[in-house]
């Protein structure tokens, strides 16, 4: 076993560094890098630059911010380990969701907010708040013993939240700056919110859609058209009720023909870890959850099953009080979450085809894709998953739970498809830290919790030796 | 028969004023009489108070601008015209449509542009354009003979585009002020752009909805809770989508129960008067017309059959780019068009529990009537139909067409129940004149043929007699 330097002094460095570290993020939280909203461009460079500073402040080289067709991109790397020691790819994302409807905030978004514990800001959980983590662990490391135990590159992106278009092309030009043995990546939750930690060996792909239904040149009067002409409105809720069947089955042919099925490993996995359903209808205020797709637990349907869900609708008139037309459009945004085996470039298309066809005659639909990004799967007996769970125990003092997530990082099968590499995803966000809702907000012991993470898994990953994870 | 001046004086004055005339109604038009926006409370009432002080320039007295729950009511009368002339309660509403999609119009809503024989404006055809035809036949009979060949009442509402709400209780509270033998109205159109006139002898009634679908208590993550929490704008694309069956029947339980089917007197005289399917197909630019209620023509489901439309609906992400949640709620404003006999408040308690008992036990759905009104008719024999028939004759130079329309005035059937008279509905808007749309317009010389039409219609109502009228 490769002799690795004690991890005391860097654990120290953090205990001792805190409050610095909490200023420092709050900065980075301030940053309103929102990638969906072109107004705010300046923004999602202002934090790529901020973390190109960052990186070389704390003794990162080659810190470079790179521009895409979109949001720039951040690398740099430290390779001083050695080649016995696995080379790591840090990977996050800087960019945040668009953060309305600004009234439900109790704070600005972009003002964080720290109370019982908690630090209340849209990046807070999804990723500012995590990525910051894997900094500071580099900076614990390289200010203690002046090295860090693997070699590490590091990769951010400011497109994730929009579908991170951009990446695989850039992986594609720079396979060399990017070759590593393992990619390691905190943009998941913890298991529950009794601090139970979890390790997402599997993420859900996605494919994200706009569909228009355009029917009269103008708005209508309905009283001298109605009867006669048909009413985008009604069309579009036709089409869009008529995606689900009543047994919550999306009825899109083909759909399900890729899900591959649990293995009875998975659900012995998965057992004793069913989702208090009590609890959840109260944590999100609804009347009763879901009956959802019949035959498979709430866990399951939030994790292993695919979902199909509006994110969005408008058409015709919406202010006070009646306006008594036909709307000339109406228009939905859709999104599928896909799971191993669907082909999401298959999905795609399935989805936007299915749309044209169910179109009815009296109107004109245009159906498109905006994202997609393919399911990703690590397997569990893969070494670096072993010492992940051992890091998290060292921090979070308990096992950590291992499960398939229901989110979707669209770039982590493309890393793998281009750079032949594995992910391994340890979470630090709140298991219900409101990602992509009003007061998004990270319990203060998970952001340092997280920095101690990384600390320890470097460690162990050195331990484990470059060998051992390239043979995996 | 009484002797009546002759009307050639009268009409002389209104060709030698046109172009007077004309700008005052540029005037009125730019007054921004938006009754569904609270933010142009102000310019509603100035509206009212335009038009208090012109009927007493023209000649009215006792001209009175009420204050009410809502806008305001404007009244005024002229009464010497003797017992045995008919009293006429002149009925417009200076309210209009709010203007929005406002990038649709090709110049501003409220400044009127003259172009192609045309007045381009919001309210130029509903109804402020019809209105003023009647006030400047009483300003021609006024002048030139210094009486009216009839007593006129007037009564204007601020309200008729929001409901009509005070204005039932206002004529039960003022059944004398208002008392009349009938009813005369403009704010309906030509048959066709062949300068057909057309009377309409019934118009549909309406209910307004409007219902929302509220789930979790805030925009949830899609990935991290599809699947397990009913999404709100699904749910309602479900009910909405539900409301009608694949053969355009409405699916609510009793709600065709009380619709009276056309008389053979009405096929007959609707005969010939077929809709050009591919003209209005053309007019309105859809790729086809809709397919509708089965069993009917174009022209009977436009005007003799009810309907219900979606409005509006809104809910969720609509901005830039995908976000993707599951909205915490999702809502509509939904209407309804109803014919004899339906009763308006028994749809309305129909619709509002339909609402309510199709809504899953996963969401909270509140549904609200926003107001609504009576389907009203006249039957075609009734005396004061014959002479309007004349009036516009000889003002158009062609009969009219009877016709029922798709339309509502709700304070039609009011008026019908608490004053007890009958309405005759002249209509000189445009069949296409963009009613609620972008560039609503009417043509010029419908509003010069429409002061003639009212001009001969008074003078035809005096030599009928006040007591073949209250015969009717």
């Known amino acids: 076993m490769i002799k690795v330097p004690d991890a ?36 999602v460079r202002r934090a790529a630059e901020w973390l190109g500073a960052e990186l070389s402040r704390i003794g990162f080289e080659n810190a470079t911010v790179h521009d895409t067709s979109s949001h720039p991109i951040v690398t740099a790397d430290w390779l001083h380990a050695g080649r016995a020691a696995p080379t790591v790819l840090m990977y996050g994302h800087y960019d945040v969701q668009p953060a309305d409807p600004l009234d439900e905030w109790v704070r600005p978004p972009f003002e964080p907010r720290y109370e019982d514990g908690r630090i209340y800001a849209r990046g807070s959980g999804d990723d500012k708040g995590q990525l910051f983590t894997h900094l500071k662990a580099a ?12 070699n590490v590159k590091v990769m951010f992106e400011g497109d994730e939240e929009i579908g991170s ?29 009794d601090e139970t930690p979890q390790i997402t060996y599997s ?63 998975e659900r012995a996995a ?21 009956d959802g797709e019949q035959g498979y637990s709430v866990f399951e349907r939030r ?5 199909l869900d509006v994110n969005g609708i408008w058409g015709g008139y919406s202010g006070a009080g009646a306006k008594t037309i036909i709307p000339a459009r109406a228009s939905a945004k859709l999104s599928v979450r896909l799971v ?6 298959e999905i795609g298309r399935m989805v936007v085809e299915h749309l ?14 905006l994202h997609a990004g393919a399911p990703a799967l690590t397997p569990v007996d893969h070494p670096a998953v072993g010492v992940a769970a051992q890091a998290l125990e060292a921090a979070f003092g308990k096992p950590p739970v291992l499960s398939r997530g229901g989110g979707s990082i669209p770039m982590l099968a493309d890393a793998e498809e281009i750079l032949g590499i594995k992910s391994v995803l340890v979470g630090f966000a709140a298991a219900n830290g409101n990602f992509h809702s009003p007061n998004e907000w990270i319990p203060v012991t998970n952001v340092t919790r997280g920095m101690q993470t990384i600390v320890h898994l470097w460690k162990g990953l050195a331990e484990a030796g470059a060998e051992e994870l390239r043979g995996a």
Chains 1, 2 share one sequence.
């Not at 993020?25 to 923004?43: M, N, Q, Y």
């Not at 900076?139 to 693997?150: C, D, F, I, R, Y």
């Not at 044209?356 to 894709?369: D, F, G, N, W």
């Open 340 to 345: 191993p085996d669907q082909d999401f470039r």
């Open 303 to 307: 994790s292993v099953r695919p979902t």
């Open 270 to 290: 998965h057992a004793g870890l069913e989702v208090d359903e009590e609890a959840l209808r109260e944590e999100v205020g609804v009347p009763a959850l879901d």
């Open 139 to 150: 900076e614990a490391w390289l200010s203690t013993s002046g090295a860090l135990p693997v």
């Open 165 to 193: 278009a951009p990446m695989a092309d850039f992986m594609r030009r720079h396979r060399d700056l990017l070759a590593a043995d393992l990619m390691v990546v905190s943009d998941s939750t913890l298991f529950d919110d």
């Open 8 to 43: 005391s002094a860097a654990l120290a460095y953090l205990s001792a560094h805190t409050e610095d570290h909490l200023r420092q993020l709050d900065e980075f939280l301030r940053i309103e890098s929102v990638s969906a909203d072109p107004g705010r461009a300046g923004e």
């Open 356 to 369: 044209q066809r169910i179109a009815p005659a009296t109107v004109r639909v245009e159906a498109k894709l």
């Open 203 to 265: 993420m859900r792909g996605m494919a994200y859609f706009e569909v228009h239904v355009s029917g009269p040149s103008r708005d209508l009067h309905s009283g001298h058209y109605g009867g006669a002409v048909a009413n985008p409105a009604n069309v579009l809720a036709g089409m869009l009720a008529g995606l689900k069947d009543d047994r919550g089955r999306i009825t899109i042919p083909g759909f399900y023909d890729r899900v591959r099925e649990l293995t009875d490993a």
